[in-house]
């Protein structure tokens, strides 16, 4: 492990360092190399990077977060009270502003102990620990900075367990990713543990497409965000002003397609993988996919992974699914 940071109720474990240089560069390279070629979506998400996701929350085109909170808000108390959860452990955490919503209704039912924040991006995990002791009397959070591909492991033991997704991080994963991703979740959770599952229903393409091409510009700057992140981290010759944003749904796969789009043909040297490739003018390189769930397509990835599903929670225009679910 990389360090351990404590103060008053806050524990910070950092693992993003764990991976071995080789493993980070054998992991871009592969995916530089594919076609089309691929950067993986965590790295849209340094400090930068997250603050720019929590704008897109706020925008009017993007349905997702209000949708999402006003289910929460509605379903919060039911959770709790059929789950008896104890700790709260969140993958993906981000900002954490959704699950105020959940923490708020174990406090009511007198069950908050610990919260978990899983993310890759140290400043967000930090920041929210921070704010979240001030907020809650008496609460330890233990937050992992990690990739929960590879990390889950080093979840802490809490009291009884509820882990949750939410903001549509499983629709970043292909059907195969997602299907290894919930099953290695469901072999770190003990039995009677639950799970609570957010996905982003399938509705118009026009309205998905909207929501990752608003007016202001906000979702390309998250999306080119990715290329200085490569050029911080490996000195990447990737000028964001030379690429376009481009995000179109790909209905065979259910997914919105987040792409950058070389408006030049050009030279790109990566000294940090000791790597370089050429881009054609109009060559895109994928750097986010958003896949679009339906209650069916929901219920058979948490079965193949192990969990029973106990309730399926949307709105009234099945945006989005909250799938409840329980370890045998
Ligand atoms: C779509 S955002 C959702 C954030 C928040 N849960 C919400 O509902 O608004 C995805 C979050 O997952 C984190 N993330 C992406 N890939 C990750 C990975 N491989 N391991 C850990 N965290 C990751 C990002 O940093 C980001 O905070």
Redesign the pocket.
């Known amino acids: 492990m990389d360090c351990t940071t404590e103060s008053q109720n806050i524990i910070i474990d950092v693992h993003v360092s764990d991976e071995t240089p080789t493993n980070v560069q054998l992991e871009l390279r592969k995916g530089l190399e594919s076609t089309p070629r691929r950067l993986p979506?965590?790295y849209l998400?340094d400090d930068r990077g997250?603050e720019l996701?929590e704008s897109i929350?706020e925008l009017p085109e993007y349905y997702q977060?209000r949708t999402?909170r006003h289910l929460l808000n509605q379903y919060a108390d039911q959770i709790m009270s059929l789950t008896k959860a104890e700790e709260l452990v969140?993958?993906?955490?981000?900002?954490?502003?959704?699950t105020r919503v959940l923490l708020d209704a174990m406090a009511q039912a007198n069950q908050l102990r610990f919260y978990v924040p899983?993310?890759?991006?140290e400043g967000?995990v930090r920041r929210v620990a921070q704010e979240l002791v001030k907020e809650y009397k008496g609460l330890h959070v233990h937050g992992v900075v990690?990739?929960?591909?590879t990390h889950l492991e080093h979840i802490p033991d809490g009291g009884r367990r509820l882990v949750v997704i939410?903001?549509?991080?499983i629709g970043?994963l292909d059907s195969q990713s997602a299907l290894n991703f919930v099953s290695s979740i469901h072999a770190e959770m003990a039995s009677g543990d639950f799970f609570l599952l957010g996905v982003q229903l399938e509705t118009s393409i026009k309205r998905i497409e909207a929501a990752y091409n608003d007016s202001t510009g906000v979702t390309a700057a998250f999306n080119k965000n990715i290329l200085n992140v490569m050029h911080e981290m490996f000195g990447a010759t990737l000028n964001p002003d030379t690429f376009d944003h481009v995000a179109l749904y790909n209905k065979t796969d259910h997914r919105i397609e987040m792409r950058l789009r070389s408006k030049e043909s050009q030279c790109v040297e990566i000294p940090g993988l000791d790597f370089s490739f050429e881009l054609e003018k109009g060559e895109d390189i994928l750097t986010e996919i958003s896949t679009k769930y339906d209650h069916p397509r929901a219920e058979k990835l948490l079965k193949q992974s192990g969990f029973d599903m106990i309730k399926w929670y949307s709105d009234s225009e099945e945006l989005i699914g909250l799938a409840l679910a329980r370890k045998p």
């Open positions: 979506t965590k998400y997250s996701f929350c977060t999402e969140e993958l993906g955490s981000g900002a954490a502003t959704k899983f993310d890759v991006s967000i990690g990739d929960f591909l939410l903001g549509g991080t970043n």
